[in-house]
């Protein structure tokens, strides 16, 4: 599923995968899930490969789901774009760093847990709007935020959903160091470059045994949010959720029980 929307960018050992759909704040469509899946595979088969830096084009990181895409071609099983995505994310053995400017909402927090270092631009903002819009929380958020912030501090970001800037970002351990919007890819740049010239094998063997403890659970968690996430596809508080969305009001969910 090939697309303008995600460039591959090589630059000696570090490859740039950059979410390149301005127009809609970098929303990431089924066709883009499938395009980071085989960039990522890609980059993991090649030798010459040592890093991979994962950002977004236009000031924006992404907005998260293109909900109308989304909903128009939801996950169907293991094998869907987006379901496709998260195992490349979990198993990617060299080093994956992320720069966040601008938004990232949704997936575009979510994906920042399975990188090993990530670095915000001071203007970037997150979110974790799941419950707001119905759903539940993806990409082992649930089960990676408890043990990294202790469960009160995931329960505040998970349950209410609400928007937390870079310094609160740094403060919680999602990113390991905020600059300005106009230094961040030098900055990043820079750090890349620095683990390209260290032992390949080191860097892998290093990563392995800090991701190795918890892989398998993680895993398995990975598949039992995708299940009750395509549950709450199904449910009838979505289609009120997602009408709100899109007229930009207060949903009204006071009917359900």
Do not use: W
């Not at 939801?74 to 720069?99: H, I, N, Q, W, Y």
């Not at 230094?183 to 991701?211: D, H, I, T």
């Not at 549950?231 to 289609?239: K, N, T």
Request: a negative charge; aromatic letters at 8%; glycine letters at 6%.
């Amino acid at each position: 599923m090939a697309t303008d929307e995600v460039k591959i960018l090589a630059d000696g050992p570090i490859l740039e995968v950059v979410l390149d759909r301005p127009r809609r704040k970098n929303a990431l469509s089924v066709a883009m899930y499938a395009a980071v899946a085989d960039a990522l595979e890609h980059a993991g088969r090649e030798p010459q490969v040592r890093a991979v830096l994962l950002r977004g084009e236009g000031g924006v990181f992404t907005s998260g789901n293109d909900l109308t895409d989304f909903l128009q071609s939801p996950p169907t099983g293991a094998d869907s774009p987006v379901f496709r995505f998260l195992r490349a994310l979990l198993a990617f053995e060299k080093p994956l760093v992320a720069a966040v400017e601008g938004h990232a909402i949704g997936i575009g927090t979510t994906m920042l847990l399975h990188c090993d270092l990530v670095y915000a631009a001071d203007t970037a903002r997150f979110q974790l709007p799941f419950v707001n819009l119905a759903l539940v929380p993806e990409a082992g958020a649930s089960y990676l935020l408890p043990r990294m912030l202790g469960h009160a501090r995931a329960a505040e970001l998970l349950l209410f959903g609400d928007p937390f800037d870079a310094g609160t970002a740094r403060d919680l351990g999602i990113v390991n160091a905020v600059f300005p919007s106009a230094a961040l890819l030098g900055e990043v740049r820079s750090r890349l470059a620095r683990l390209a010239e260290k032992p390949p094998a080191a860097l892998r063997e290093a990563k392995k045994l800090m991701k190795d403890p918890s892989r398998d659970a993680l895993s398995a968690h990975v598949l039992t949010e995708a299940a009750a996430f395509m549950g709450r596809l199904a449910s009838p508080e979505l289609p009120e959720a997602v009408a709100a969305f899109f007229e930009k009001r207060a949903p009204d969910f006071s009917r359900f029980s």
